[in-house]
Structure formats: C-alpha cells, structure tokens
C-alpha cells in the first residue's frame, strides 16, 4: 500500500522506494536495533529488495520512511500491518535505523502522525503495539504516545533460541470502543 506525504514539524513520513534499500539494509543488520525486532540479521540486499515490492504491493502493509525535514535525510521507518478493515485493526511498528538520530523525539513525532493517519484517514479503530517486554525505551514511547498496556504474552516469540515476553499495547482511537 502506497500513499502521500505526512507533514509532521521535525519529520515527515512518506512512501519507500526502491532507492531505499541501499540505506535500510544498513539498518536491518545492525543488530543494536533489530535487537527489539522481529526479524534477524543477516539480510540480504536482494531479500530487503523483495520485503519493500511486497510490502508496497500489499493491501495489508503500510510502511512509510521517516525524513528529518531540516536534511532530508532518510532516519529510520514506521508500519502499519495486518491492517483489517472489517475488524476495524492493525498493529504498528517503528525503527530509527540512524542511530544518531535516536532520542531527539523523531520517533514520538513519526509515532503521532502514523497513529493519526490510522485512525483518521484509515479509520481503524485499534492500533496494536507488540514489544518486548525488556524494550523499557519502546514501552515509554508507546505509553507517552497513549498506548495502553492490555496484555502480556509470556514467552510470545522465539529469538535466537530463546523465549521472549511480549507486552501488546493498544491504542483506542476516538470513538472506538469504550471511549
Ligand atoms: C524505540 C525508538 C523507536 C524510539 O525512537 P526515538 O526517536 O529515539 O524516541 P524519542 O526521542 O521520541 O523518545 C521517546 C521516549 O523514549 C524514551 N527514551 C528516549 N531515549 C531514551 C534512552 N536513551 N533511554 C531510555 N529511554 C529513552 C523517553 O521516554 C522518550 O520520551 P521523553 O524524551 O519525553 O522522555 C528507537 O529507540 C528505536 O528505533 N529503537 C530500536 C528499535 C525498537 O526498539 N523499535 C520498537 C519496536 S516495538
């Protein structure tokens, strides 16, 4: 799924392309950020090649690159997936690859602007959130973003051979269910 530009202040987010790859597969073997993922390095250009055609192609995936504004430079992404109009749902997903650019609020502002997108012009009703229950710096972003803790999933995924806790955090849109 592909869409236009969304403005944010610092940042906006917009659609990928194939330019991309070049710098994502930086960030998808670099192990300090798929760390808290759930995919696994080693990635292959080719095999990063083919995630962003599916995903582009996909009528359930909506990832979009997140650009700081003042160099244009192409900082990290965000996703929305398994996107279900009928049950009104998706689950989200963010990374900064450009480690630099990490904690000058870049992803509280593209966590904003996808959520809003979601609920607004996708009109979802609840966003979900997975993350690892050890991911404090995730947990406080999401919680500072409106999430809400609804569960947690003891041993939810299975990472280089070991079990790992899962917190689903949600978020209610306006109007949806209980509020
Ligand atoms: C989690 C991540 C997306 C946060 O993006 P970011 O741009 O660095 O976050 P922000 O600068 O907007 O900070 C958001 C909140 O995170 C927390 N935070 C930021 N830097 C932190 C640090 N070094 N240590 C602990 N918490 C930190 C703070 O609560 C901060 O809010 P505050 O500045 O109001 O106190 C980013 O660190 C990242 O990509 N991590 C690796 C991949 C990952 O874990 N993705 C999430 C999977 S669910």
Known sequence: MKTSIIEGQKIYLRSLNEEDVHVMINWVNNKHITQYLNFEPPISEEEEHDWLIAVNQSET???????????????????????????????????????????????????????????????????????????????????????????????????????IDVVIYAYLCSGARGK
């Open 61 to 163: 995936d909506l990832v979009f690159g997140i650009v700081e504004k003042g160099s244009n430079i192409h900082i990290g992404n965000i996703g929305l997936h398994h996107i279900d109009k009928k049950t009104e749902d998706a689950d989200i997903g963010i990374f900064i690859g450009e480690t630099d650019r990490e904690g000058k609020g870049y992803g509280t502002e593209a966590l904003q602007l996808a959520v809003a997108y979601a609920c607004r012009e996708l009109h979802l009703k609840i966003i979900h959130a997975p993350i690892f229950a050890s991911n404090t710096r995730s947990i406080a972003l999401f919680e500072k973003a409106g999430f809400k803790k609804e569960k947690v999933i003891s041993k939810g995924y299975l990472k280089n051979g070991n079990w």
